[in-house]
């Protein structure tokens, strides 16, 4: 039998993880490496591997837990930090911390952050002081995850799909991004933006406002909105997020990203 084939018994029938360890061990070590990913573009649609994210929740019950030190620090926890980071080619602020199962390219920065099992951050982003990826999360390149920012994991079910953010997107401080929540390449969410499965994305820049979920358009500079909604009790403002306007096309992406700061006012 295959890895996939094992791990995906293993995960059926729990009487059968001890004859799938070494398979889930490998797919492990191979996420570790950047050799394999929980979520691929293929094409224009996003894959979800979902037997990858069964062997993660495999390797928690075959882990067991371990004291850590990490020079002044001590932990007590199933899984370690990522080592030989010199190697690897990306940096890590202490006390950021890059849990073994996940995957930096080389030239990404993490600060005093977190990086979960199971998620894989591209070269050149910024994961900034407090921010945090969750578990099996997909950061492209060039993205900047602000300061607090909380990319929420989805870890089950496991052919969920996990939180994604595409290349060159630019996440403001303290925005909440969770339940497998698309944002798209180049988008830009003003500072605390919350945008879940559930919330309404509404594109206010035409004469007639244009709902979407679970996805942030190319390109949109989004900012954190209300709108009322009747209840028994009353009418209350509830949270929305609110699509103002479109980075422009340009070829560097720096200067288009400090043009849609000013034009639509973002606080990030």
């Given at each position: 039998m295959?890895?996939q084939?094992l791990?995906?018994?293993?995960y059926?029938d729990?009487?059968r993880?001890?004859?799938?360890?070494p398979?889930v061990?490998?797919?492990?070590a191979a996420?570790?490496?950047?050799?394999v990913?929980v979520?691929e573009?293929?094409?224009?649609d996003?894959?979800?591997n979902?037997?990858?994210?069964?062997?993660i929740?495999?390797?928690?019950?075959l882990?067991?837990?371990e004291p850590?030190?990490?020079?002044?620090?001590?932990?007590?926890?199933?899984?370690?930090t990522?080592?030989?980071?010199?190697?690897?080619?990306?940096r890590?602020?202490?006390?950021?911390?890059v849990?073994y199962?996940?995957?930096?390219?080389?030239?990404?920065v993490?600060?005093?952050?977190?990086?979960?099992?199971?998620?894989y951050?591209g070269?050149?982003t910024?994961?900034?002081t407090?921010?945090?990826v969750g578990?099996?999360?997909?950061?492209?390149?060039d993205?900047?995850?602000s300061?607090g920012?909380?990319?929420?994991?989805?870890l089950?079910?496991?052919?969920?799909r996990p939180?994604i953010?595409?290349?060159?997107?630019?996440?403001?401080?303290?925005?909440i991004v969770v339940?497998?929540?698309l944002?798209?390449?180049g988008?830009?969410?003003?500072a605390?933006?919350?945008i879940?499965?559930?919330t309404?994305?509404i594109?206010?820049?035409?004469p007639?406002?244009?709902?979407i979920?679970?996805?942030?358009p190319a390109?949109?500079?989004?900012l954190?909105?209300t709108?009322?909604?009747k209840?028994p009790?009353?009418?209350?403002?509830?949270?929305?997020?609110?699509i103002?306007g479109?980075r422009s096309?340009?070829?560097?992406?720096k200067?288009?990203?400090?043009?849609?700061?000013?034009?639509?006012?973002?606080q990030v």
């Open positions: 295959t890895d084939e791990i995906e018994a293993a059926a729990l009487e993880i001890d004859e799938a360890g398979a061990e490998r797919t492990i996420l570790d490496a950047g050799e990913r979520a573009k293929i094409g224009d996003w894959v979800v979902a037997w990858i994210k069964e062997a929740v495999l390797y928690f019950r882990t067991s837990l850590m030190e990490a020079g002044p620090f001590q932990y007590f926890d199933k899984i370690p990522k080592r030989n980071l010199p190697e690897a080619g990306f890590v602020v202490p006390p950021g911390t849990r199962g996940a995957f930096c390219e080389p030239g990404v993490v600060m005093p952050g977190y990086v979960n099992i199971g998620a951050v070269s050149g910024m994961v900034d407090w921010a945090t578990s099996c999360a997909q950061i492209g390149r993205v900047h995850l300061g920012v909380g990319i929420g994991g989805v089950e079910p496991p052919g969920a939180v953010i595409e290349d060159g997107a630019f996440i403001g401080s303290r925005c339940e497998g929540v944002v798209e390449e988008a830009v969410l003003g605390n933006t919350t879940t499965s559930s309404p994305i594109d206010v820049t035409g007639e406002p244009v709902e979920r679970g996805r942030v390109g949109s500079v989004v954190p909105g709108r009322p909604k209840f009790a009353g009418t209350y403002d509830l949270q929305c997020a609110l103002v479109t096309a340009s070829t560097d992406r200067t288009s990203l400090n043009d849609a700061l000013r034009t639509f006012e973002v």
